[in-house]
């Protein structure tokens, strides 16, 4: 096997074994609601919730370099057309 798959397996199993070890009920109380689920339930949506946030973040950022690069494109044209007439 690869050292490759293996550095890529790895941290998987670890995070099963994990998981596997929360099993037991927690009590999750926000302002007036109040539940009960597995910590294995709650790690995984807190998981799924931090890459979406994640992923929400990287499309801003990237949106904002964009506009940030056609700003200076722009401005880079006008000087250009500017010192052409």
Known sequence: MKPKTILSFAPAVIFIIVLLQNMDEVDITFLLWHTEMPKLVLMILMMVIGIIA?????????????????NLEVQANEINNTENE
């Open 54 to 70: 994640g992923w929400f973040i990287h499309m801003s950022y990237r949106k904002y370099k964009q506009t940030q690069k056609q």
